[in-house]
């Protein structure tokens, strides 16, 4: 059974981190590429950056280039995305996302709230 569960979804304050991360099962993790994708409320659903299978990092959405980095460890079979100085308007539903042509995954999503 596939599945893409992610984690570490919190109410956090602005300028602060958090690691999302995003746990595969049931397919071969090593030979997709990995997207990270967000959906604020009323808004459609964005996506944030790609790493390749290989570790090629590409795609990162223009309002986060610099504060958000991609990454995966396929031994852990484990995508990240570790998120810096977030703002209000990074509040989303974040969703991790595998794809190998033809096949496509995502995850249920998980919360970031960024408020003071």
């Known amino acids: 059974q596939v599945q893409l569960v992610e984690s570490g979804g919190a109410l956090v304050q602005p300028g602060g981190p958090l690691r999302l991360s995003c746990a595969a099962s049931?397919?071969?993790?090593?030979?997709?590429?990995m997207r990270w994708y967000r959906q604020a409320p009323g808004k459609e659903r964005v996506r944030i950056a790609t790493i390749t299978n290989t570790g090629f990092i590409y795609n990162y959405e223009d309002s986060v280039t610099g504060r958000f980095t991609i990454s995966r460890d396929n031994a852990k079979n484990t995508s990240y995305l570790q998120m810096n100085s977030l703002k209000p308007k990074d509040t989303a539903v974040y969703y991790c996302h595998a794809r190998r042509n033809p096949s496509v995954y995502w995850g249920q999503g998980t919360q970031v709230a960024v408020s003071s």
């Open positions: 049931g397919f071969n993790f090593s030979n997709y590429d």
